[in-house]
């Protein structure tokens, strides 16, 4: 388990604030930003590498937040992968090793079988120079794994690979964790990523913890504007709220009962349904729209339309979009139902 309280990091320019994390003994636990919100210090607090200003973080029943890094019984991959470039694959592998009182033993099995799980075995002899990504990164996986950590920390680790590597590598991720049962936090800006990979969440922005929860509660349930445009919410306006309905601008949408006052709605693009005629049964919220982009991105296309001066993002397949013949210009109707409406 880590177990993180009231940490607070001062950099120049940024300031990691007052975060408050638990990671489960077990989990495989994501955290999710953009680029600079501070994923990667926290990361880096937990192995040794940043001295917080202030705050705890325990491991299991000790806490770690003095002790040195190779005291802490961490393991880290970085998205470059960090190996040493002037040793070989079984000398990056070993490397740990030297630091850690270990007699070759690994509790999940010997060090000869993590190799062989990792498909390193006809490699250990290869400079690293000489390895594709996919290869680098189960080799620093490897080198992680090796030292027995306690928690295994994985910061970005599939955003360098190409399309192929990234897919052999995640599901790589999953079977590790699976059959190791080991406690994996990972830092990621790909929620697509957590969604694979993860049972629960945080998302961080500027250095504050916005939202913690399953993967599928953050995803359907942000609590935040910033998260959910984050987890793809692309439609979020401020609304007027009363009772069943909310107003953005000119428009009017029946919703599931909100109270009153303001805030914002947001509504996932899927969930808004493009018609290419009115339809004769009756539908709350369906509106007249014209469509003024289209962006076709292979197997879907996102489109755009103007609503009474009001932008919606919608979204559907490629072959919707040829059997609706729909393009720039077209008159279209959306509708979207009351309970896809999330008021925030």
Request: neutral net charge; aromatic residues 6%; charged residues 20%.
């Amino acid at each position: 388990m880590i177990q993180i309280d009231h940490l607070t990091v001062r950099l120049t320019g940024f300031t990691l604030q007052d975060v408050s994390l638990t990671v489960e003994k077990g989990e495989f636990f994501s955290l999710l930003g953009p680029t600079g919100a501070g994923k990667t210090l926290i990361l880096e607090s937990i192995v040794g590498l940043v001295k917080p200003a202030k705050g705890v973080i325990r491991i299991g029943d000790r806490e770690i937040t003095h002790l040195p890094p190779e005291k802490r019984g961490v393991g880290i991959v970085y998205q470059d992968h960090a190996l040493f470039p002037h040793l070989n694959v079984r000398e990056n592998i070993a490397y740990g090793l030297r630091y850690h009182r270990k007699s070759g033993a690994h509790k999940n099995g010997s060090l000869d079988n993590l190799v062989e799980r990792l498909g390193l075995t006809q490699l250990l002899a290869r400079s690293i120079h000489k390895l594709s990504g996919g290869e680098k990164q189960r080799v620093a996986l490897a080198r992680a794994l090796a030292i027995d950590p306690a928690i295994l920390l994985l910061d970005e680790p599939l955003s360098s690979l190409d399309p192929n590597f990234r897919e052999e590598i995640r599901q790589l991720l999953k079977d590790l964790h699976r059959e190791t049962g080991i406690t994996v936090l990972m830092v990621t800006h790909d929620f697509s990523e957590a969604h694979f990979l993860a049972q629960r969440v945080a998302v961080i922005h500027a250095g504050c913890i916005e939202q913690v929860g399953s993967v599928r509660g953050v995803f359907m349930r942000p609590v935040t504007p910033f998260v959910a445009n984050f987890v793809g919410m692309k439609n979020i306006f401020p609304a007027t709220f009363n009772g069943s309905h909310a107003k953005v601008e000119t428009l009017s949408f029946q919703i599931t009962n909100s109270g009153g006052g303001k805030g914002c709605i947001a509504i996932r693009p899927e969930h808004i349904q493009l018609l290419a005629a009115a339809p004769e049964d009756r539908h709350p919220n369906l509106m007249a729209g014209t469509i003024i982009r289209i962006s076709n991105q292979g197997i879907y296309a996102e489109v755009v339309l103007d609503v009474s001066g009001v932008q919606l993002q919608s979204i559907l397949t490629t072959s919707s979009l040829h059997a609706m013949d729909l393009r720039p210009g077209s008159r279209v109707f959306m509708n979207v139902a009351p309970e896809h409406i999330h008021f925030i």
